[in-house]
């Protein structure tokens, strides 16, 4: 009775605030039974998907788990933006990035209001679950990383929930759970298997720079200088990795420190523009709100910790 309650719970929890769902988007949730068949076989019961999906272009997805989750989640974004709180840390999900969600913590994740993202989720467990998430983060804290984005990699995905949507016997699961862990290890181990791609990183030393810069209002010539490269081969190269120009980036991660001080400080409006390189208080509330839909005033009120 304790399994088909939990199994009844998830299923409400996923379906929690998804409203009528999203057009296009494709969710299972295995059954109690299954579940526990996957967590004896010998081949799965090292790391094994409960629930797996994709919401595209989910606006007003927005799930909050004040205990957490028994299982592992894993948020890959490959459209729009959304929003990661794990305990009192907030993380920015963009295009071409992923989360995994530790078990057991407490968590708050929602679809951007402007910008809704398309994301491809799973929840899994198993016996070797702790070790690949520890692969995950084990050099710092868990947050987002972002990634090349690989059309095999989602056609992988697709295939794990075509196979359980078409199928639930014991080797089409045992096969939807070796690609899900092949898929998984992908983004894991995406340095490792991908090193030519991270051999001279000037995207990801250019995001370092403007993340230690935030006071500053840089120019795309600035950024370029650098990095010693050209405006023109700076901007391809930048875009082409994180999907954004070098100047929106900059700007998000500016908003994105914004909404950290907004939710954890009391610094009044105008001190948080002025840190951040706005020396208009009024000019950076309009950027705001462009972004994240709402006033800063608006997203304090109904974010701020009481």
């Known amino acids: 009775m304790e399994e088909i309650s939990g199994y009844m719970e998830e299923i409400a929890g996923l379906e929690k605030k998804v409203k009528e769902g999203f057009i296009g988007q494709r969710m299972i949730v295995l059954p109690p039974n299954l579940k526990s068949a996957v967590s004896k076989n010998s081949l799965t019961k090292g790391l094994h998907l409960t629930a797996i999906g994709f919401y595209p272009h989910a606006a007003f997805h927005d799930r909050e788990r004040k205990k957490g989750s028994q299982q592992y989640i894993l948020l890959y974004c490959v459209e729009g933006r959304g929003s990661i709180s794990l305990g009192n840390k907030k993380h920015e999900l963009t295009p071409n990035s992923f989360i995994i969600i530790p078990k057991n913590i407490p968590h708050h994740y929602y679809s951007s209001l402007t910008d809704p993202w398309s994301i491809y989720w799973s929840h899994f467990t198993g016996e070797n679950a702790d070790a690949i998430y520890n692969r995950y983060s084990y050099t710092k804290e868990p947050g987002v990383e972002p990634i090349p984005y690989d059309e095999n990699q989602v056609n992988l995905f697709n ?90 980036y900059f700007i998000q991660l500016k908003i994105q420190k914004s909404c950290q001080y907004l939710y954890f400080t009391n610094k009044s409006i105008k001190q948080i523009s002025l840190e951040l390189g706005f020396e208009d208080p009024f000019y950076f509330s309009r950027i705001f709100k462009k972004t994240m839909g709402l006033s800063p005033a608006k997203y304090r009120s109904m974010h701020k910790k009481h």
């Open 159 to 248: 295939q794990v929930i075509t196979l359980l949507e078409n199928s639930f016997g014991e080797k089409d699961i045992e096969i939807a759970n070796f690609n899900f862990l092949h898929f998984l290890t992908s983004l894991v181990y995406h340095k490792e298997v991908n090193p030519s791609a991270y051999a001279t990183d000037a995207v990801s030393n250019s995001i370092n720079y403007m993340k230690e810069h935030l006071a500053h209002s840089l120019t795309i010539k600035e950024l370029a200088l650098e990095q010693n490269l050209s405006v023109s081969y700076y901007s391809e190269l930048f875009k082409k990795k994180s999907g954004y120009s070098p100047i929106q």
